[in-house]
């Protein structure tokens, strides 16, 4: 499956903004999807995952609350809606889609198998 992650930008503290990823080649349905993010001089960090069924969702304990994983299987699109963005929030986005369980090793890099490019996420004032 190839992704294309997009939708960053510049926004203030307690702004919002929405990444997407849209899908090729597989059906974003057949396959769980993650949003991770990299800080700067940091590792890639889980941020939220949805399973095949919609109705599994992950998020890790930092973005509970402000950030909602979500897929329009219409537009083979999953989307990333956050929230009362805070500096702390500022990174590269990544998508990424992932074969079999989604709640099996969710928040491990290496258990994607597909990645977009990235999208820079800055929240500043």
């Known amino acids: 499956v190839q992704l294309q992650a997009s939708g960053g930008g510049l926004v203030q503290p307690g702004g919002s903004l929405r990444l997407s990823c849209a899908a090729s080649g597989r059906t974003v349905s057949s396959v769980g999807m993650g949003w991770f993010r990299q800080r700067p001089g940091k590792e890639r960090e889980f941020v939220a995952a949805i399973g095949r069924s919609a109705g599994y969702t992950y998020y890790t304990d930092s973005v509970k609350g402000r950030f909602a994983i979500s897929r329009d299987n219409a537009k083979n699109t999953v989307y990333l809606q956050m929230n009362s963005l805070k500096p702390e929030d500022t990174a590269v986005y990544y998508c990424?889609?992932?074969?079999?369980?989604?709640?099996?090793?969710?928040?491990?890099?290496?258990?994607?198998?597909?990645w977009g490019q990235g999208t820079l996420v800055t929240v500043s004032s």
């Open positions: 990424a889609a992932k074969e079999g369980s989604i709640s099996i090793r969710m928040a491990v890099p290496a258990s994607y198998g597909s």
